[in-house]
């Protein structure tokens, strides 16, 4: 059954909290305040019971599918296990009962996790610093932009351009171009990975950066990383690394090695924080030496008093944001990091990058590899073959639905047609990445046989395909009054 | 093997048979021998579930928490109470384990919670549209700023420095670093935006004027009177507002705002140091697609139920790229979901009286103080939950000592302003007890 709007529950008179009277005399109100600066109307929010409001959110949570509830392989998200222990610790009031402007001696616990997590987080990459402020991996991005733009300012060199490879996420061009560049695509060659030719003729003195995921959106390491890292210093460039794809690498190579200079991290990704339907997240930025200065500030230092936050930071780029980053991700993420301790970080890549390549080999046999080669954590098949009846990525991924599994990712890389972007990731068992394989068979045969059953789906869910262009034509963005029932 | 990873030797024996290698390296092949890494990270070894709860444990101890101090700060920041409900539904795996609901019909529960979020604040707000959230109040400022120069490339920006001093930072990082427009700070009078200077810096080339109601100093700017002003020459009028003073002030549709943004940490979020929390965005409906970030939106299915998705994905940079509005992609979802379980619990009359109680009670508080020799009001305007307070010995004593009897004190205007150097900003919520503002008053009397 469809869950009613929370304003549908709504009925005069009911609340959902407790509050306590007045222990200070009551004012009349426009003693305290002019009436042209009060409210002149009601507030317009519901009026509903507590039990109302937990049977209500309950039931929303119900039609959620989330890595607790079925498996997740959305693809350059990194979907995966959120560990329980880390949420708790998060939720230690020594932790969320924190003012950001209270004095520094009463945050040392906090400062100390902060402080250690750029070292752990340096130590991974290779990087000299790293600032944990940004709130996403589309925000460390902009906050990297912005620092080469500051870098070649000071060195006075007029540098206009950012490189992006046609497999990049979309935030890379977009970034750039908020940041004020323009962005000139770099094709792919037909292993997928980045066309040196290509490369080598739009790299001039007028490009700032290439903006490089490793491995690729289409799970590939590029194996010219060298060669790519030489073709962009050459030129006096800087290579950056966009991070989201980072679970194939831990222990594994130090992005340092590679010639990166500047590079974000996607915690909620990498380093298992729960993605929150959407956020938050954290995209911390590492650096190499040159680039240290125009870090956002503050940064976070030690002495023998103990750990601070430094603002006097002459070069930097300012602030990114208010305070100092989302700091209950961080510790969840420092957490995880600690818990895996050497030993484990690259057991997980080897899991991830293992997984990946198992349900590859066993899902090529019924689907489209277009790229067919060994994949690290990820690998993207395409609804394009000929033999699809005209089934696009989209219905699989509704019909996949039907079986109880979150589907791929579609959107991109846009290089692939119909793409199925897969990422099983190191917490699933075999058996699991079985029953996918499984389902998968049973799409393909019923494409053969009778694809309506996938271009209708899905057909078990608690509500049928979803007309997204009716939602684009009509546009109704909230709930109004004056469709009200009562 | 860790407890998060299922495979076993047997397993992997299995998996790596099928794909027709020996060793797990071998899947590596594709990185070139010389860049692998010869040796172990130079980490710490790993912790057991018990030894890692014991360490942070002790590290969380470290920590002044404000269970054990009572708080008098906010600037930004706001120790509102959360009903105990707001954690239990937030804390539904099924929720926070999700992502960004790209198949809509797995996501259902999500959807529905974010439009229901974008109803409630629009309601609030009295603004025709809001999108599904953004980082926080400064960058969901800056976007603001980014959307009105979209609208009429307007080449300066008119900011009241009585804007939130990191808002106003975060701003120029964006702008300087962005658009490269000038921006141009109105100077304020008795602690609000000074007309007259607001008046004398406006001209048709400005793009957009930016305030904050209640201000930085709590107090309430002329929010018509500066409507006037901003509209007379053509430019938009963006403020960032503090959603719980709605309750009782104003809301920024009446004023005939633009675009309203604001911090929403306060709608039932932890102060969590200084995040996560939630960036507002509200606008005027014709601005719709100049809008950043995520917007979900109503359709049916076939069979014609109700149902939520994603809309206007064109506008967004996983379609559109470098022409997307913004880059934002992860935004802060949970935290918008804390606000729609708070809003919906508080209810019409919960967040009216929660703004009244903090109304009253800063009132007082402000009162009690005042009546201090050595203590008098910055300013005589009219404010909302915070208040200046001019002190005739240092606010850096004044704190010290009010942190050892286990009292957060005011924000140190000094910091931001130079001109305000002996000035503490107090902030008294809907938590804070006649008691404990007594012991307040009664400890700022012994110092003076």
């Not at chain 2, 915070?386 to 005011?410: D, T, Y």
């Amino acid at each position: 059954m469809r869950e009613p709007l929370i304003f549908e529950k709504s009925r005069r008179g009911r609340r959902g909290c407790s509050l306590p009277e007045y222990d200070v005399d009551e004012e009349n109100l426009e003693k305290l305040i002019p009436k042209k600066y009060l409210r002149q109307s009601g507030l317009g929010l519901p009026q509903v019971s507590e039990p109302d409001v937990v049977r209500h959110f309950v039931r929303l949570s119900q039609q959620n599918m989330g890595v607790d509830t079925n498996f997740y392989p959305l693809g350059s998200c990194t979907m995966k296990y959120n560990p329980k222990v880390n949420e708790g610790i998060a939720n230690l009031p020594g932790f969320t009962r924190v003012h950001p402007y209270q004095p520094q001696v009463g945050v040392q616990g906090t400062l100390r996790v902060l402080y250690e997590m750029e070292k752990l987080l340096c130590e991974i990459s290779g990087m000299d610093s790293v600032s944990l402020q940004p709130a996403a991996g589309a925000h460390g991005e902009l906050t990297s932009l912005m620092m080469i733009k500051a870098y070649y300012e000071d060195k006075k060199e007029h540098r206009d351009t950012v490189l992006v490879p046609d497999s990049a996420h979309g935030t890379n061009p977009s970034s750039s171009h908020l940041c004020g560049f323009r962005v000139i695509e770099v094709k792919s060659n037909k292993d997928g990975e980045i066309d040196l030719n290509d490369l080598m003729g739009k790299m001039s003195k007028r490009v700032a950066a290439l903006m490089l995921t490793l491995p690729n959106t289409l799970g590939l390491f590029e194996r010219n990383i060298l060669e790519v890292s030489k073709i962009i210093h050459d030129k006096g460039g800087f290579l950056y690394l966009d991070g989201a794809n980072l679970n194939a690498l831990l222990g594994i190579v130090k992005p340092s090695d590679l010639g990166i200079d500047i590079m974000h991290f996607n915690l909620h990704k990498t380093f298992s924080t729960p993605h929150g339907g959407g956020g938050p997240g954290s995209g911390p930025v590492g650096v190499k030496g040159r680039l240290a200065v125009y870090l956002p500030v503050p940064t976070i230092k030690k002495d023998k008093k103990g750990y601070y936050l430094n603002y006097g930071r002459a070069k930097s780029i300012g602030k990114v944001r208010s305070f100092y980053g989302n700091i209950e991700v961080i510790i969840k993420a420092y957490c995880y990091l600690r818990s895996l301790g050497k030993e484990g970080l690259k057991k997980i890549s080897h899991n991830a990058v293992l997984n990946a390549n198992y349900l590859m080999k066993r899902l090529k046999k019924y689907f489209y590899l277009p790229y067919n080669q060994p994949c690290m954590h990820e690998f993207v098949l395409s609804a394009v073959d000929g033999k699809m009846k005209d089934v696009r990525a989209l219905d699989i991924a509704k019909r996949l639905l039907d079986f109880g599994f979150h589907p791929p990712t579609i959107y991109f890389p846009l290089i692939v047609k119909e793409a199925l972007m897969i990422e099983p990731t190191e917490t699933e068992s075999k058996e699991t990445l079985d029953a996918f394989v499984s389902s998968m068979i049973q799409i393909r045969k019923e494409i053969k046989e009778d694809p309506s059953v996938i271009r209708q789906a899905p057909h078990n869910l608690s509500i049928g395909r979803l007309d997204e262009v009716k939602a684009a034509k009509e546009l109704k963005l909230r709930w109004e009054e004056k469709e009200s029932g009562d | 093997m860790t407890s998060y990873i299922p495979n076993t030797e047997e397993d992997q024996k299995e998996m790596l048979k099928e794909i027709g290698v020996k060793f797990i390296e071998e899947l590596f092949n594709s990185i070139p021998q010389n860049l692998r890494l010869k040796t172990d990270l130079n980490l710490p070894s790993s912790l057991s579930e018990m030894e890692l709860v014991n360490e942070l444990k002790g590290l969380s101890g470290k920590n002044a928490n404000l269970d054990e101090y009572v708080s008098f700060l906010g600037a930004g920041s706001y120790d509102h109470f959360i009903p105990a409900l707001v954690d239990h539904l937030s804390d539904r795996s099924e929720f926070y384990t999700s992502y960004t609901p790209y198949q809509a019909e797995a996501s259902q529960g999500f959807l529905q919670a974010t439009y229901e979020y974008q109803s409630l604040i629009c309601q609030l707000f009295r603004m025709d549209i809001c999108n599904a959230s953004l980082y926080e109040g400064a960058t969901a400022l800056a976007e603001a700023v980014i959307l009105a120069h979209s609208v009429n490339h307007g080449t300066k920006v008119l900011v009241a420095k009585t804007l939130h001093p990191e808002y106003r930072q975060v701003l120029t990082t964006y702008i300087k670093k962005t658009l490269d427009l000038s921006i141009i700070e109105i100077d304020y009078e008795n602690g609000v935006t000074d007309l007259t200077k607001l008046e004398e810096k406006i001209s048709k080339d400005a793009s957009c004027v930016v305030i904050q109601n209640p201000n930085f100093f709590g107090c309430l700017e002329k929010v018509n009177e500066i409507e006037e002003i901003t509209h007379q020459v053509g430019s938009l009028y963006i403020v960032s507002v503090d959603p719980i003073s709605l309750g009782l002030l104003i809301p920024p549709g009446d004023y005939n705002a633009d675009i309203a943004v604001g911090e929403g940490q306060a709608l039932g979020c932890k102060l969590n140091f200084g995040g996560p929390y939630l960036g507002i965005f509200t606008s005027k409906r014709k601005f719709l697609r100049k809008m950043p970030g995520r917007m979900v939106g109503e359709t049916t299915d076939k069979k014609g139920r109700r149902g939520f998705v994603l809309t206007l994905q064109t506008r967004e940079q996983h379609i559109r790229r470098e022409r997307a509005t913004s880059n934002i992609c992860t935004n802060q979802a949970l935290n918008a979901l804390r606000a729609a379980i708070y809003l919906s619990t508080l209810g019409e009359e919960g967040l009216a009286q929660v703004a009244n109680l903090c109304l009253q009670k800063s009132h007082y508080a402000a009162k009690r103080i005042y009546q201090i020799p050595g203590f008098e009001p910055t300013f005589t305007s009219p404010f909302f939950k915070e208040f200046a307070v001019r002190c005739s010995i240092s606010p850096h004593k004044i704190n010290k000592l009010l942190w050892n009897n286990k009292i957060l004190g005011g924000f140190d205007l000094g910091r931001s302003y130079p001109e305000l150097e002996n000035s503490l900003l107090f902030s008294v919520t809907e938590k804070r007890t006649r008691e404990e503002i007594d012991k307040l008053t009664l400890l700022l009397g012994d110092i003076a």
